[in-house]
């Protein structure tokens, strides 16, 4: 059955989602429905939308969240009316994961459209249902249709919050209109540590002025304050109507619990934070995370592993990495031998990545990344006085302490001729485009290749940041506030990036784009035989 025209689309996104928020079953379907009580109080209410998360081969996972202990319903379809919907019973919502509950859908057609709409029921035997929220996806291609995803990092930081009086969270909506396949976060989809103040002061004398909880107030130390942020960027209007329309991959970065955190943080002169111990706030983070992330948990094995590999039909694997959970601490990051103070990936995850990427079959292997290869970082001072690293790069040089993992990394790859492989992250706040030359590079052993940086989606505006020429990085674009810190989204600074492989010669273009979605840079990727 052929797909339906983006018009088709649209005119059942302006039905449903045009407030952003919620839609009432309709009448044909009510007569199916239990009871719904008149009184909102006296019913289940869906309080953040839903979300469309991990969509590989036949499957996608629907996240949404309820106010109350309740039973998720969801019902998927092939026809916008919902004529031929399938009803999927889905968990219980308790307090235990903050209400949060989530269906993996299964045994979906390959290049089709599916409509779903979620709901909850109360636990009372008169089950009354809340009001449904409906969202649209499409499933991979079994064959070569054009693939299109898009990519950023970064919400709400800085203390850049829901500024209604200037339209929210901008760039999402920007993002959404290009109707991409699926949207990566390559990560700090919360600033826990950055509190949101009611106002922030702009040039001359305007004014942004923030919507605030009192979850975001302060800096996250309760597991209800890390789940509160989460809760905070679903109030906003474009990311619940992108969340319903376009299907998302997160991975995580260091903001998700607090500012270059790794096992060497030290927040005990901290005067903001009353808990002081680290690892209890990352379990707390961690815990919260994956509540809201709308992702598939991985198995008991490693119950909250982030990194994995997101199959999008024959042309595309994106391989999602974790670049936070198994580093050694932050250091000056210059020591002459590999070993645990020098891990990043970690053995484990590097294993797979190198693994991975060999047995692709996919004409494109994109490595989404938290933080970018070969741009400085820092992380303050050593006890000695030299300077500490958050990143991978640590000055110009020969490969030392973090770049042992990518010279293996990468010398392998060209051994083993594994081409088409493209690296993308957010991070540090612009938007570049980099490419890898070996005959520029301090180590030579790899094949070139290029990295796109693109962020913040909503955040303050920081860089550029130095590259170092360890594996020869060669700037080709950038755009960066340059000289100022923190610059509002009212002045622009916010970016993602948009690919789009051609399903008929394989090609890869890369655009970078602005909240306007203008493009800043194109770059189109021959694939490589």
């Not at 239990?34 to 939308?49: K, L, M």
């Not at 700090?188 to 922030?200: F, N």
């Not at 790899?446 to 940041?465: K, L, M, R, T, Y």
């Not at 100022?484 to 784009?513: C, H, W």
Request: neutral net charge; charged residues 25%; glycine residues 8%.
């Amino acid at each position: 059955m052929p797909v339906r025209p983006f018009r088709s689309r649209r005119r059942f996104l302006q039905t449903t989602l045009a407030s952003g928020a919620s839609l009432a079953l309709p009448a044909g379907a009510l007569a199916q429905a239990p009871a719904v009580i008149t009184s909102d109080r006296a019913r289940p209410q869906v309080t953040s939308g839903l979300q469309i998360g991990d969509v590989t081969g036949d499957r996608a996972l629907i996240w949404s969240r309820a106010d109350r202990p309740s039973r998720l319903v969801v019902e998927r379809a092939f026809r916008e009316d919902f004529s031929d919907a399938v009803k999927v019973r889905g968990p219980l919502a308790l307090d235990t994961s903050d209400y949060t509950a989530r269906v993996d859908l299964t045994g979906l057609p390959a290049d089709r459209e599916v409509f779903v709409r979620v709901a909850f029921e109360d636990l009372s035997s008169e089950r009354a249902r809340s009001e449904s929220v409906q969202g649209r996806f499409r499933t991979p291609p079994a064959g070569r249709r054009d693939v299109t995803f898009a990519w950023s990092g970064d919400t709400a930081g800085q203390g850049w919050g829901i500024n209604k009086e200037w339209g929210g969270m901008k760039c999402y909506d920007t993002l959404r209109r290009d109707q991409p396949d699926f949207f990566i976060h390559c990560g700090d989809t919360i600033y826990a540590d950055g509190p949101i103040p009611a106002t922030v002061a702009l040039p001359g004398d305007a004014v942004w002025r923030n919507v605030v909880t009192e979850e975001v107030s302060k800096v996250a130390e309760t597991l209800k304050e890390f789940r509160g942020r989460y809760q905070y960027n679903l109030m906003d209007d474009n990311v619940r109507r992108m969340s319903a329309e376009i299907p998302q991959v997160w991975q995580w970065d260091d903001h998700e619990v607090m500012n270059n955190w790794s096992d060497s943080k030290d927040i005990s002169a901290d005067k903001r934070y009353t808990e002081k111990n680290v690892q209890l706030l990352v379990a707390r983070a961690t815990r919260a995370f994956l509540e809201y992330a709308p992702l598939r948990y991985h198995g008991a094995d490693e119950s909250e592993r982030v990194y994995r590999k997101i199959s999008y039909g024959p042309l595309l694997d994106v391989f999602v990495l974790d670049m936070r959970t198994y580093r050694g601490p932050n250091s000056y990051n210059r020591q002459e031998k590999r070993g645990p103070d020098t891990a990043f990936l970690g053995e484990q995850q590097l294993a797979w990545l190198k693994s991975g990427l060999k047995a692709s079959k996919a004409a494109w292997k994109v490595v989404s990344a938290d933080m970018p290869i070969s741009l400085l970082v820092d992380d303050g001072k050593d006890a000695e006085g030299r300077d500490k690293f958050e990143a991978v790069a640590n000055g110009d040089g020969p490969v030392l302490g973090r770049e042992f993992e990518f010279a293996d990394l990468f010398s392998f790859l060209k051994k083993n001729k594994v081409r088409n492989v493209v690296w993308i992250t957010a991070d540090v706040h612009y938007t570049a485009a980099h490419y890898y030359d070996p005959a520029k590079a301090r180590f030579t052993d790899f094949s070139p290749f290029w990295e796109f940086v693109s962020g913040p989606i909503h955040a303050g505006g920081f860089g550029p940041n130095k590259l170092d020429d360890t594996f020869g990085p060669q700037l080709v674009f950038q755009k960066a506030p340059g000289g100022r810190a923190n610059v509002s989204p009212v002045e622009g600074g916010q970016f993602y990036g948009l690919m789009k492989i051609d399903g008929k010669t394989g090609a890869l273009r890369v655009q970078l784009k602005d909240i306007a979605g203008a493009v800043l840079f194109e770059k189109t990727l021959p694939r490589a035989a």
